[in-house]
């Protein structure tokens, strides 16, 4: 079966960088637009960064300029580059990906930005 998951999360300070990973296993991952959402406490999940298959990106606003969103077909893995972390970036981040026929999520990696 289809399975995501997610590493690198951690506790980092303020302008501090951690790099996400997120392994894909039983699928053919290179047909897959592949996304990074992460939720806070107390608020909806949100889109962060989008990677199509041919390796279109978009971001979300509040994190242009900082994260980086990379895909490695070869590896089936999904990455984010996170630099000049802010207090507010703090959330649980989820791998997706999706194709025409099917939608899956990773479980999560906390990602906690405090000094």
């Known amino acids: 079966q289809v399975q995501l998951v997610e590493s690198g999360g951690g506790l980092v300070q303020p302008g501090g960088s951690l790099r996400l990973s997120c392994a894909g296993s039983?699928?053919?991952?290179?047909?897959?637009?592949m996304n990074w959402y992460r939720q806070a406490p107390g608020k909806q999940r949100e889109l962060v960064a989008h990677i199509t298959s041919g390796g279109s990106t978009l971001y979300t606003d509040s994190v242009k300029g900082r994260f980086t969103i990379s895909r490695d077909n070869a590896k089936n893995t999904l990455y984010l580059q996170m630099n000049n972390l802010k207090p507010e970036d703090t959330a649980v981040y989820y791998c997706?990906?999706?194709?025409?026929?099917?939608?899956?999520w990773g479980q999560g990696t906390q990602v906690t930005v405090s000094s």
């Open positions: 039983g699928m053919i991952f290179s047909t897959y637009v």
């Open positions: 997706n990906a999706v194709n025409i026929r099917s939608d899956y």
